[in-house]
C-alpha cells in the first residue's frame, strides 16, 4: 500500500510498502479435458468473488490471491492436486471441486491439514455424508435430485418405460440409482439399468434400445457423454424423451448435440442465471471482466468462493487480526449465513446446505440455456 512520507527538508516523498501476509483461495475445476467449458466458468466465478474481495482484504493487512487448478475431472489428478494445495500453506480454503468423483478422494486430503473445501457442485450424498467437518456444499444432493426428476418424469411426461443409463461414476451412477428407485417407487417399469464409459460410440446402448422401446432415456453423467449418446440416439432413430441430471448443466451439451437437443430436458440444482433476483448485477460484472456470460454453475462457484472469503475474514476477526489457521477457516466455513446471487446460504451440521433449489430445464431449441419449466425448493434428507 502507499504511504506519504515527509523528509527533514519537507519535501513529500511517496514510498511504495509491500503487501501483507499473502492469503490465498484456490478452486479446483476440470480446466482440461472434455468438460474444460465447464470447468472454465466454475474457475471464473471463483475468481470474480476473489478479485472483488481483494481491496478488503488490503485494507485488514492481507494479500489475497487467486490460485487455480485443473483437476481433468479425474479422481487421481484431482488428488495430486488437492497433495500440492496442501503443500501451499498459503491456501486457507478451496473453492472446489465439482465432480462428486474427484471431490469426495481430495476432501480426505484436505481433511488431513482441515483444510476448508466448499463445493460448488457436487451433489453425491457421500460428499457430505462421511462427516468431515471440513466440507461444505453451496448446492443440493442427488438424493433429492434424482427423485424430483423421476417425479417429473412419471408425472408430468407420463413415462411409463424407462431405460436408465449412467457413466459408471460416484456422481453419475448414484443419481441414476437415485432416479431409478423413485420411478419404480411411483409405478413406472424401469426396463434396463447400465453403465458404460464409453464417449464416442454407444451404438452398444442404442442397440439395447431398440430392443427394449423405452419412451424415456435418463442417462446419468456429463454433458460430454451425454451429448454424444442423444444425438446418436436420433440418428439412429430413437425417439424416446431424453431426461439427465445436472451433468448436462453446459453450453457445450448443445455444441456437441447440435439440434438433437431440441426436445431434450434435464434436472439441475443451478438454474438460469436470470431466474435468481440478486444475480443481476454478477451477471453485469462477470460478463464485463470476462467478455462472456456466465453459465449456471459460475454463480455457484462464486458463492462457494464467497463463502471461503467470509470464513476467511471471520477467522481472521476471531484470531485478532492475525493470519488465521486452516483449521480456524474451517471452523468458520460450516457457520457462514450470507445472502449469495443464488440466495440465501446457511449449511447443517454435515455442511449441506440449509435449502437447495431443483429446477427442470427444456430445450426447445439448441441454443443454451434452455427453458425453466419447473423449480422446488427442498432440505436435504435428515439423518
Request: net charge negative.
Amino acid at each position: 500500500m502507499n504511504k506519504i512520507l515527509v523528509c527533514s527538508a519537507g519535501i513529500i516523498l511517496t514510498a511504495f510498502f509491500a503487501r501483507g501476509e499473502v492469503i490465498k483461495v484456490a478452486s479446483g475445476s476440470m480446466l482440461s479435458g472434455p468438460q474444460a467449458n465447464l470447468g472454465e466458468m466454475i474457475k471464473l466465478g471463483s475468481q470474480l468473488a476473489v478479485e472483488e474481495a481483494r481491496p478488503h482484504f488490503e485494507e485488514l493487512g492481507f494479500d489475497l490471491q487467486f490460485s487455480p487448478q485443473d483437476d481433468q475431472a479425474q479422481p487421481d489428478v484431482g488428488v495430486a492436486v488437492a497433495r500440492r494445495i496442501i503443500n501451499d500453506k498459503e491456501v486457507l480454503a478451496v473453492a472446489g471441486h465439482f465432480n462428486s468423483g474427484v471431490t469426495i478422494p481430495t476432501s480426505e486430503v484436505y481433511h488431513e491439514d482441515d483444510l476448508a473445501m466448499i463445493s460448488p457442485g457436487s451433489t453425491n450424498p457421500r460428499v457430505t455424508d462421511r462427516g468431515l467437518d471440513n466440507v461444505t456444499r453451496v448446492c443440493g444432493r442427488d438424493d433429492v435430485q434424482g427423485p424430483v426428476g423421476a417425479e417429473f418424469a412419471v408425472n408430468d411426461l407420463k413415462a411409463k418405460r424407462i431405460f436408465v443409463i449412467h457413466d459408471k461414476t460416484a456422481y453419475g451412477q448414484g443419481i441414476a440409482q437415485a432416479f431409478r428407485d423413485k420411478a419404480k417407487e411411483l409405478g413406472a417399469n424401469v426396463v434396463a439399468f447400465a453403465g458404460t464409459e464409453e464417449k464416442t460410440n454407444l451404438q452398444p446402448m442404442i442397440l439395447q434400445m431398440r430392443a427394449y422401446k423405452p419412451d424415456l432415456v435418463y442417462f446419468g453423467g456429463m454433458y460430454d457423454q451425454g451429448a454424444v449418446l442423444l444425438k446418436q440416439m436420433r440418428e439412429r432413430g430413437i425417439k424416446a424423451t431424453f431426461l439427465g441430471p445436472d451433468g448436462l448443466e453446459s453450453s457445450s451439451f448443445v455444441d456437441i448435440a447440435q439440434q438433437a437437443a431440441v426436445g431434450a430436458y434435464y434436472t439441475t440444482v443451478a438454474g438460469p442465471a436470470e431466474k435468481y433476483p440478486a444475480a443481476k448485477q454478477f451477471i453485469e460484472r462477470f460478463t464485463a471482466r470476462f467478455g462472456r456470460a456466465p453459465e449456471a454453475f459460475s454463480l455457484y462457484a462464486y458463492d462457494a468462493a464467497q463463502v471461503a472469503l467470509l470464513a476467511i475474514e471471520h477467522a481472521i476477526e476471531e484470531n485478532n487480526g492475525q493470519k488465521p489457521t486452516r483449521k480456524q477457516v474451517s471452523e468458520a466455513a460450516r457457520n457462514v449465513q450470507m445472502e449469495g446471487v443464488t440466495g440465501a446460504i446457511s449449511f447443517n451440521e454435515n455442511g449441506d446446505r440449509a435449502q437447495s433449489d431443483y429446477w427442470i430445464i427444456h430445450y426447445t431449441e439448441a441454443k443454451y440455456p434452455g427453458v425453466a419449466v419447473k423449480s422446488i425448493s427442498a432440505q436435504p434428507p435428515s439423518k
